[in-house]
């Protein structure tokens, strides 16, 4: 039988590190005594095998066995790419 893992989407924060992204991942709750709506950022670090992972990109995660000290979830697929990464490059051609 096949264990169901805690899936999660979010936004890539850093690809500096090999085979490493960080992904800040949005939750929103209620606060207890003041009932204010309170949103929470979590960074996450996620296991990128490929590396086809850029700063900006929205990515689905997944947890999975520790990898690392710090490192708990691996990267299904990126949902979608951001556009930074597209100007940069179109803007290098130019020069």
């Known amino acids: 039988m096949e ?6 989407s979010g936004r890539v924060v850093s690809h500096k590190m090999s085979k490493t ?3 800040a991942v949005e939750s929103i709750g209620s606060h207890k005594k003041y009932r204010k709506t309170i949103r929470r950022i979590s960074n996450l670090k996620a296991h990128d095998e490929s590396g086809a992972c ?3 990109d929205i990515v689905k ?3 999975c066995r520790p990898l690392s ?3 708990h979830h691996r990267v299904i697929e990126v949902v979608s790419r951001s556009g930074l990464a597209e100007v940069q490059a179109n803007d290098s051609n130019l020069q």
């Open 3 to 8: 264990k169901m893992h805690k899936s999660l």
């Open 69 to 71: 000290k710090t490192k």
């Open 61 to 63: 995660i997944v947890e």
């Open 54 to 56: 850029r700063a900006g």
């Open 21 to 23: 992204v960080v992904v």
